[in-house]
């Protein structure tokens, strides 16, 4: 169900708050390795356990044909620190289905670049096969690491940050077709006289976000374009934190 939109005449986009898909009650995502403060080396290996979550399925929810998306199956989206986040999509458990209350299964995968010395933080949660991340509750996993040196606090992450989910790399546009839009938010909830979201496309269109849900975006002609979530406090002031300005730059072809 469509909520609310905001047409920007001049740039000829739109962008429209739109319900979060259908979210099992069962899934439950969690880290294993590394483990919190731990040191590494690199490659870093992860291991994570997945509750009731078939990855390498293909989503069968209304959305899939709503939406422009660079995504193909169920996976796992890993963000390092403030870097756009890297796919794994191990085998599933029943290619053709993705809604079964399935066992807890152990993945493991390495980190496919080199990571400097220091602090890291690791964000793990489940999409959709259309790149939509499910809710928070039991979906989202973080930890934090060192390689190298153990310097450097992960304090922060008790503080309110935002983790950019889509859009990111390159999409196929599909007629007119929306991009989606999908981030989250922790240890802060929005509204319009508190927390926000300030979203800005190409350094031109801004709209402010009050809810932590899906939205979908219109008009975003092929080429490339960049996109920007802020969060920021009710003063419109940036949040510190060094994940909550999130910059990214993605192609529509």
Known sequence: MLFASQIFAKQAIQVVKVDPS???AYVKVTIALPKKGSMQ???VWIQTRIRGFAL???SQLPRKNEI???SEVQSLHIVVDDMPYFVFDGLSLDPLEDQGDYDEAL?????PFRLSEGLHVLRIFPCRSFGEGLNKQNNFATTYFYVGKKNGS???LNDPYITYNEPTGVIKEQGTKPLLLDFYVHNCELSKDGYKVQLHIDNSVHKELYEETPYYIYGLRKGHHQIR???VDKNDELVKGPFNDVLRTIKVE
């Open 56 to 58: 390498g399925a293909i």
């Open 107 to 111: 993945y493991k995968f390495k980190i």
């Open 154 to 156: 992960a304090a922060f």
């Open 68 to 70: 422009s998306t660079a």
């Open 229 to 231: 979530l802020r969060l």
């Open 22 to 24: 259908k979210q099992p």
């Open 41 to 43: 080396k690199n490659p």
